[in-house]
């Protein structure tokens, strides 16, 4: 897979006249190698020229990653530890064809990196390698897509297991501790972000996180959460009621996400743009009154990161195609008061799309005595 990978990356090199690609440790590196390297004080900068091998420098303590990937067919300068590694770079760049137009990851390559490469390159035009990247990885294939069902499964056991166990009296930290451990305990792998959970008018933070506050009777819980399984992550939303369902305003604003979610998720289909999606959301919860309420962009998507493309924003005019993951996930934040947001992921399919996400989106009361 790494090759084709490799070979897939080096033909869109070609189409956007770009000589040469700079990766660090994080996902496109794994993505394209499938190897773990640790972003750390010792530079390891992987270049993927347009035509020719790939080539390493990095720490001679990893050296043997490399060796062992013997499919790459790539080439690796190693340094000493303890020592500074301009050699390795020096090598790595020779062994190269002429570099004079390079992509860098604006998002993820640190001014360590960047200034090591610039010592020896210091006339190569630097490019944006996040757009070159997304082209590869937007369309997620069958075995990603499988990981990706897996992950989600898992979290939504966990959410099983918080909705049975939660009571009034436990913190937000409690819950949280409860949903990760699940996860662990169900087969997930590393969690992409922390676990949000947010008791009452607390939920009304996007990306709050949970303290010691005790959960109330009669309080709205939001979960925001996930987990990795191969690689792949899960990310999933659900607002509970503790001890009774909801009523009045508060019934009315979970009813009005509930609805914007369902818009959302209808809408997309191949060939329509990201930003209809948002549009078809939001459509719902400004229609209802609580616009100003809603102060995010309805899906980003999901696969290997928490957050990648494409992005379901106002704006994005990029099509939908089979095979890509993305998120809908509107929400109304009403300062001091309440916080409802409801999140699912999606896969483009031939004919519209799929939730991969299944825990039911009705009112769902949890902690009854």
């Known amino acids: ?20 690609l700079a990766l660090v440790p994080g996902f496109n590196l794994r993505y394209m190698t499938g190897l773990e390297f640790h972003l750390m004080e010792r530079a390891t900068i992987l270049f993927i020229p347009a035509e020719g091998a790939p080539v390493f420098a990095l720490p001679s ?7 062992a990937a013997s499919h790459l067919g790539a080439q690796a300068f190693a340094y000493p530890d303890g020592t500074e590694p301009h050699a390795a770079l020096i090598a790595a760049i020779q062994a190269l064809p002429e570099v004079h137009t390079l992509a860098v990851e604006y998002l993820r ?14 006339n190569a035009q630097l490019s944006d390698a996040g757009p070159l990247m997304d082209t590869l990885r937007l369309c997620k294939t069958a075995d990603e897509i499988a990981a990706m069902r897996r992950a989600i499964a898992i979290s939504e056991d966990a959410l099983r297991t918080v909705a049975e166990r939660v009571k009034p009296g436990m913190t937000e930290i409690q819950v949280a501790s409860i949903l990760s451990i699940a996860m662990l305990e169900g087969g997930g792998g590393a969690l992409p972000f922390e676990p949000i959970v947010l008791a009452g ?7 709050g996180i949970q303290d010691e506050t005790v959960i109330k009777p009669t309080d709205i ?7 990795s399984y191969g690689g792949y992550i899960s990310d999933i939303t659900r607002t509970l009621f503790v001890g009774q369902p909801p009523a009045g305003r508060f019934a009315e604003v979970y009813q009005t996400v509930k609805a914007a979610n369902a818009a959302g998720r209808a809408a997309a289909k191949p060939g329509v743009p990201c930003q209809e999606v948002d549009r078809a959301a939001r459509r719902v919860i400004e229609d209802a009154g609580y616009g100003p309420y809603f102060i995010h962009r309805v899906g980003h998507g999901i696969g290997m990161e928490g ?8 704006g994005n005019t990029l099509p939908l195609e089979v095979g890509m993951t993305f998120t809908v996930e509107p929400g109304i934040y009403i300062p001091g008061e ?24 009705d009112v769902l009361v949890v902690g009854a005595s």
Not at 221 to 227: A, H, I, M, S, V
């Open 1 to 20: 897979m790494s090759q084709d990978r490799i070979a897939r990356l080096q033909a869109e090199l070609k189409k956007r006249q770009v000589d040469c």
């Open 61 to 67: 303590l990893e050296l043997a990653k490399v060796e």
């Open 109 to 122: 390559m640190r001014v360590h990196e960047l200034q090591l490469i610039q010592a020896h390159l210091p």
């Open 201 to 207: 008018p607390r939920g009304a933070l996007p990306h």
């Open 221 to 227: 819980l939001l979960l925001d959460y996930g987990t």
């Open 307 to 314: 957050h990648e493309g494409p992005y379901m924003v106002e």
């Open 338 to 361: 309440v916080g409802v947001r409801i999140e699912d992921d999606m896969l483009v399919t031939e004919d519209g799309a799929e939730s991969l996400t299944t825990f039911p989106r």
